[in-house]
C-alpha cells in the first residue's frame, strides 16, 4: 500500500503562486509516475500534470507554460509549482500515485494500481 500526504493548499489572489507537495509513504518501491489532478464544483476530475521516474512529464493545455512539476527520489515526493494563477484554476487539488508490482518485485509491463491523497482547496480570487 502507498499513503499519501498533500500540503501547499490555500486561498490567494490572481496572479499569486502556490506550490502544492506530496509526500508517498509505505510500499513505494515501484512507482511508475507521481503527478496532480483537480476536480471543480460540478465538474469531472481531470489530470494537471505528471511526472514519470525517467522525468518525463505532461502537462493538461491550460496549465502549461504556468505550473512545473518536479520530484525527489529520496523523499519520494512530487511538488507542483503553480505560477499566474487565475480563478479557474480553483479546484479540489489531489496527489496521484501510480505503482506496477510490490515490494522487490515490480513488474514493469503489467498493470497500475492508482493512489490517492485527500485532495487539497486551492481557490484564485481578485
Known amino acids: 500500500q502507498v499513503h499519501l500526504a498533500e500540503s501547499g493548499g490555500g486561498l490567494v489572489q490572481v496572479g499569486d503562486s502556490l506550490r502544492l507537495s506530496c509526500r508517498a509513504s509505505?510500499?513505494?518501491?515501484?512507482?511508475?509516475?507521481m503527478g496532480w489532478a483537480r476536480q471543480a464544483p460540478g465538474k469531472s476530475r481531470e489530470l494537471v500534470a505528471l511526472?514519470?521516474?525517467?522525468?518525463?512529464?505532461i502537462y493538461d493545455d491550460s496549465v502549461k507554460g504556468r505550473f512545473t512539476i518536479s520530484h525527489t527520489n529520496a523523499e519520494k515526493t512530487v511538488v507542483l509549482q503553480m505560477n499566474s494563477l487565475q480563478p479557474e484554476d480553483t479546484a479540489v487539488y489531489y496527489c496521484?500515485?501510480?505503482?506496477?508490482?510490490?515490494?522487490?518485485?515490480?513488474?514493469?509491463?503489467?498493470?497500475?494500481?492508482?493512489?490517492w491523497g485527500q485532495g487539497t482547496q486551492v481557490t484564485v480570487s481578485s
Open positions: 496521484n500515485v501510480t505503482t506496477r508490482g510490490s515490494g522487490y518485485v515490480c513488474d514493469e509491463v503489467g498493470p497500475l494500481s492508482y493512489y
Open positions: 509505505g510500499d513505494t518501491s515501484c512507482i511508475a509516475s
Open positions: 511526472i514519470t521516474g525517467d522525468g518525463s512529464q
